[in-house]
Every structure is written in C-alpha cells, then in structure tokens.
C-alpha cells in the first residue's frame, strides 16, 4: 500500500514557476513507473512525466524543455519543476506510482495559469 500526497500547486502568471511536491508514505525502492499526470477541464488524463527507471524519465512533448522531474530517495519525494508555464498547462496535477503490479494516485492539485 501507497499513499501519495501532492503539494505546491496555486495560481501563478504566463510565464511562471511552480514546483510540485509529490510525497510517498514508503520508500521509493521499486517505485517505478512514477511521476505525475494531469487533466484539464472537459480532457482526459495525460501523462505529463514519468520515471520509468532511475536512469529513464519519459516527457510530454508539451512540456519538454520546459517542465523536470526529479526524485529525492532519502526523502520519499518527487518533484515536478515547472517553467515558463502557459494558460494550456492549467489542470490538475495527479502524482502516479506503482508497485507490484498495483497503481496508486494522490488527490491531485490544481495549478491554474492565468493574467
């Protein structure tokens, strides 16, 4: 069993930064896929990125360039760093793991881009 708990979305202009904050109750060991999803209003869910190995993290091309997971071990944490956001980066951002053939998911956190 996982618990993943989602922080560090909000409101934020064209242009700006969020970091996401991503939780687990366990250790990351075996952890994998993980990393983060979001769906906007009237869409379906869609991978953002995602650590499939601790050497390989799959990308959107939407956010390429722009967006950069990274996993903190010691602290059971993964982040979403989030640059230049635009108004099509507004959703709610899911945090995803699996383990054991099982997947779990966080509440989700809004982050809304907008003048």
């Known amino acids: 069993q996982v618990q993943l708990v989602e922080s560090g979305g909000g409101l934020v202009q064209p242009g700006g930064s969020l970091r996401l904050s991503c939780a687990a109750s366990r250790s990351l060991f075996r952890l994998y896929p993980m990393g983060w999803y979001r769906q906007a209003p009237g869409k379906a869910r869609e991978m953002v990125a995602v650590l499939t190995s601790s050497v390989s993290t799959n990308y959107a091309d939407s956010v390429k360039g722009r967006f950069t997971l990274s996993r903190d071990n010691a602290a059971n944490t993964v982040y979403l760093q989030m640059n230049s956001l635009n108004p099509e980066d507004t959703a709610v951002y899911y945090c995803?793991?699996?383990?054991?053939?099982?997947?779990?998911w966080g509440q989700g956190t809004q982050v809304t881009v907008s003048s």
């Open positions: 995803y793991a699996k383990l054991n053939m099982r997947e779990y």
